[in-house]
């Protein structure tokens, strides 16, 4: 190196103030993976290693002696490297406070606010929270009331905006991180276990656990103050760890003959790229160029803003939004901050705070990344500094990201934002308006999603001398991320409309030139729906200033902001950029009814294990310490439909680093089976043998030293496939049917038609026939992927923690597997990180392949797959075609049904032969008059299908509302009275769900129904829909209720409790955690069954209940944990063990009373122990026929509002009652409720699992696959949870609420589709057409793309040339 400098430092850092210091480490390091293999905190989960979930957030601490100052800030662990950390303190949600030491408040109120169901995400929320408070602080804001943070509602909301959860619904997490804020309303905050009803608002305040400012938490230990020097620099001899300090270092250091040995070398910043582009190359060093002053400096003269490449973006939106009165313009101020809150939509906050301009910059240089900054930088006429070797030079930005890929070695130092004063061009001309915006439409209006489209317009403007108009002087419009290279200047507009004075026929002229210019490249989605989307913003920028009469002077008086807002005001037009950052959930309501007569069951209780949850102290299957000898696994799988498997080589080096062994079914002992997974209907083998039969198919185990290794070494996996002599893969439900290739429906699950269909069609006034939907796949998304880890134990034994919904079944498969009696196999699950159906059937292979390997190589083995890998591998929620002719009269009452309904099982039977009984159970809440059907499960190859929660039954239930919605169309009816219209009655409920009928008192939906349109004002609402409708032309809402009729099974599970010697209780079930909250529910009934012994301190015991995890050899015969009802049936094995041992108790007690007076709980345990009672109970709780099958009702209005520019959806509001019989505990039941409606929503309006045309999901990860986030959530969320009395067949009154709220989401589908209708009246009005042609399906999801065309991809054009016939 040419640069000498004494730089023989480790490094050093703190993590939750424990000292680190390390004399080496492999450079690709990254924070993650060293937090959670080599240190005590596992806190940090590891979910999408991609920086879009956030459950690896960190916050990160540095000091700076000068200053004297410590900087916090979040980050995504998963993305930041070691080596970069060098100086920095850490700090985890393990170290805010402990079980042993005391939780912090953030720790208490997210369990207290229910915030916490599988817990995965919680460490990341709560740090991300935790940050937000720390930064408040340091804000300038007064003094807030004692017990209170600095920080606002609004930014409470916004420090997790980034953070994915799968199961709350968000609404609880929010409200316990607003219940932080200085300014909330306590009566805006939910359902919590620290309030009473009737509380007035100090005592509530008072009730939270107090939040001490003046007490946080340092988050920069003294003692690395102290070890804090200049030279901190990590020794790059070591380390293989750059860290120049001077431009001059840098380039000497690039052509010095270290970095030029062949060796792969990488300029880093923040690193966070690694998220987008996941490199495969092994660096072998690293240059990080945050030390070099000329990168990391923001320079600020009249001329603009220089921006160092190395800046963060968080730092450039401070940069940008700094408001120095005399330095700029008041317009160039504007543009800036305008520049700022577009930049707030990159990403989350946690990449923001690492992620480098200089960075994102180069990748839209390099590797055509779709940038947000390239295109706003574009449009303001930005210039870069670029230098490669010696030459230095300053180009425009747009010239740089037109010039073929920079060499590796060619650095951007800096990026200059001008001031308008600086390119003016019309100088003279005082009353010159200069007018900016940008745009971006993207499936999350927060950000944490790439957009579809971005744009940036800057115009220079004046009035028109001669006339009303306005002159655009010239203006610079860019464009990006459509699917083109780079972003773009759309000169030929520019050029158009420079000079013109704006009228409707410039306008339409303008967008004809866009539509030519905005052309994604071939291969692009929606190309259609981007160029509209185009079109859309130029609209929107300049159709303010046209036809504006006698406004035109207060527009340029005034200025443009002013001027849209008077726009806004006329409700006839719509602002896409200029709002504030939208607002999130404004607000939500819980009304629960509360029910003392099981105390404690029926009580909200905080769910059991939410604070260890919370601090990080949960365990999941992957935080379990490697044992010695530890190695770790994943699976090689197919990339063909069908095909012979020749071979598997690993190139170019045969055994790639790490790797020590690859397991295929030539491997299975002898003995053993090539079984993977087991369901009721058949087997699936666990790995392919000579033939694959679907992509996505297992076919090797690649065993390494660590996970990083395995996952890297499938990437240069090489599998040498042959078609020969194949006939074609099935690919395709009717190729399926035309191949008669159908699994087998058992009778049994085949649901019975009702009625005569001939005579319910001669019956009716209309018909359709033949009308088509296709419903396609959901992924799960737990944000725990599948997990296991396999030790082999003495005698051919093997113990497996497996995180499973059901360990029993894995256990035979293992078993099996391994050819080894089932006594020799034992597993083991403590809770599952979010399981959603996919921790079922999908969990099996995975243990069982790390039980094979473990068995062959005599070593522990785990595996925690990585995201891209689940995703392909899982399956997931089954597509359908779905063909149906309908009978109805001329008032909307249905006469007859008919459907032909074929499912894509996919490559094996799996659960898919229950799917016709499950679609058919909800679609049959409509009394249809006459159903008949033809459901054929179809074998494909695909991957197999699995149960998501609501398997089949969200498909049902969807499809019966498509009808109700055609019929509705048809005849111009009102849906909603369409809808009521076809409601059972009892008596038509009973001819459709024959078997168990309800009592009719039970039959709860009517009133259901009836109650909601009170409480949510249904009516009143429809009305000012309608209003709202008339007066806007770019914004359409909708509004519309559905009903749910659910089916339950309840199953056989067994259940056992304990008492011991203290008293303190231990209670073992079939069922599994999964965040549902079955412990919580558990120990609730174990606390009241033994409370029926009648001894002083019975009321006490829930605090000496632990229920503990599953072991597949103690307690045998689990079962399934799916179908929402494990939860009841493990509480009643429990409340069965608890008779028992009352009865055992009982004679004790009464002889100690009648001796003694009263007897205190632990002195009658103590007693029974000196006698040898027994007090271990074990139960197999089986329903009997009468009570095995039960229905639930529920009810939900969602309003929704449109834009149809953008086609995004907002759900302004949801109103939810759901019968939850007598819940055991309402808190657990809301947050089912909750969670499941927004999965539902993801289901309905966002995810999309996409498959290429061999059928290999190409949706690998958080880029691609948008589940909610909690700025896509109802605005308003009010959930009700009646209590209907008693329901002598069922659990202590309680109903299961876990699936049915998932398909009350088809709500927000349907608003969306009444909104749409109204768009395309408007469009036909436009067009001059009548306006009866406007049926038309709404495909699941409606994405953005979507409801965009279904709204008119040509919207804009049709309105303007409307417009100008009028004129
Ligand atoms: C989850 C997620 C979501 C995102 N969403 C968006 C989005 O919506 N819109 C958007 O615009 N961006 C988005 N990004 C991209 C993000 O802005 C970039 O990843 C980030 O800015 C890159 O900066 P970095 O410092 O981490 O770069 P690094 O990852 O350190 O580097 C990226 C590349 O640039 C090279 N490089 C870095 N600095 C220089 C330099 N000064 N000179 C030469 N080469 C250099 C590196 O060698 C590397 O090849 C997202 C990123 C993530 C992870
Ligand atoms: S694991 Fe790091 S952001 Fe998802
Ligand atoms: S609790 Fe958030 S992912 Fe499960």
Known sequence: MAVERETRNNLVFAVNGERFELSTVDPSTTLLEFLRSRTRFKSVKL????????????????????????????????LTLLCSINGYSITTTEGLGNSKDGFHPIHQRFAGFHASQCGFCTPGMCVSLFAALVNAEKATQSEPSPGFSKLTVSEAEKAISGNLCRCTGYRSIADACKSFAADVDVEDLGLNSFWRKGESKEVKMSRLPFYNRNKEICTFPEFLKKEIRSSMLLDSKRFYWYNPVSVKELQSLLESNETNDGSLIKLVAGNTGMGYYKELEHYDRYIDLRYIPELSSIRRDPKGIEIGATIT?????????????????????????????????????????????????????????????????????????????????????????????????????????????????????????LLFETYRAAPRPLGNALPYLNAAFLAEVSPCKTSDGIIVNNCQLAFGAYGTKHAIRARQVEEFLAGKI???????????????????????????????????????????????????????????????????????HVQLAHDNLPSLLSSGKQVIELSEEYHPVGEPITKSGAAIQASGEAFYVDDIPSPENCLHGTFIYSTKPLAWVKGIQFQPKPLPDGVASIITFKDIPKGGENIGSKSIFGTEPLFAEELTQCAGQRLAFVVADTQKHADKAINFAVVDYDLENLEPPILSVEEAVKRSSLFEVPPMFYPKQVGDISKGMAEADHKILSAEIKLGSQYYFYMESQAALAIPDEDNCMVVYSSSQVPEWTHAVIAKCLGVPEHNVRVITRRVGGAFGGKSIKAMPVATACALAAHKLRRPVRIYLDRKTDMIMAGGRHPMKITYSVGFKSNGKITALQLDILINAGLSPDISPIMPHNILGPLKKYDWGALSFDIKVCKTNHSSKSAMRAP????????????????????????????SINLHTYDSLNLFYESNADEPLEYTLPSIWDKLAMSSSLHQRTEKVK??????????????????????????????????????????????????????????????????????????LLDKVRVIQSDSLSLIQGGFTAGSTTSESSCEAVRLCCNILVERLRPLRERLQDQMGSIKWEMLIAQAYMLSVNLSASSFFVPDLTSMQYRIYGAAVSEVEVNILTGETTILQTD????????????????QIEGAFVQGVGFFMLEEYLTNSDGLVVAEGTWTYKIPTLDTIPKQFNVEIQKSGHHQKRVLSSKASGEPPLILAASVHCATRAAIKEARKQLLSWSGKDECSSTFQLEVPATMPVVKEHCGLESVERYLEWRMGRK
């Open 313 to 433: 973006i968080s730092k450039a939106i401070e940069a940008l939004k700094e408001e120095n009165k005399s330095e700029f313009h008041p317009k160039s101020e504007m543009v800036f901050k305008k520049i700022a809150n577009h930049m707030e939509k990159i990403a989350s906050g946690f990449i923001r705070n690492t992620a480098s301009i200089g960075g994102n910059l180069m990748m839209a240089q390099r590797k055509n990344f779709p940038s947000d900054i390239a295109t706003i930088l574009v449009a303001v006429g930005s210039m870069v500094y670029i230098m490669t070797g010696p030459t230095c030079e300053r180009i425009m930005l747009e010239e740089f990201l037109e010039r073929p890929p920079l060499s590796s070695k060619t650095l951007l130092l800096n990026v200059k934002i001008p001031s308008w004063e600086s390119i003016k061009n019309i100088s003279s001309e005082t009353d010159t308006m």
């Open 1027 to 1100: 209003e709202f409708n008339r007066d806007n032309k770019w914004r359409k809402r909708g509004i519309s209720r559905i009903p749910i009729v659910h089916e339950f099974f309840v199953r056989p599970t067994p259940g056992k409790v304990s008492i011991l010697s203290d008293g303190s209780i231990v209670v073992e079930v079939g069922g599994i955690e999964l965040g549902q909250g079955l412990w919580t529910k558990v120990k609730q009934m174990a606390a009241f069954g033994l409370s029926s012994i009648q001894c002083d301190g019975v009321g006490d």
């Open 1216 to 1231: 939810i009652i759901y019968d939850c019989g007598q819940s055991l505990n309402p808190a657990v039941d809301l947050g």
């Open 952 to 979: 089949g039954e969200v498909q049902g239930s969807f499809i019966a509302e498509a009808v109700i919605e055609h019929v509705a169309s048809t005849l111009s009816m009102d849906v909603d009275s369409v809808r």
């Open 502 to 572: 704006l009228s409707l026929d410039v306008l339409y002229e303008a967008t004809k030139l866009v539509k030519a210019v905005v052309v994604p490249e071939d291969g692009t989605s929606s190309p259609a729906y981007r160029s509209s989307l185009a079109i859309g913003f130029l609209f929107d920028f300049f159709s303010p200033l046209i036809d504006n009469g006698g406004k035109i002077s207060n527009v340029l008086l005034e200025g443009y902001i002013k001027n849209v807002n008077a726009y806004k005001s006329n409700q006839n």
């Open 47 to 78: 979910s999408c290693g991609e920086g879009g979930c956030g459950a690896c957030v960190v916050l990160l601490s540095k000091y700076d002696p000068v200053l004297d100052q410590v900087e916090d800030f979040t980050a995504s662990s998963c």
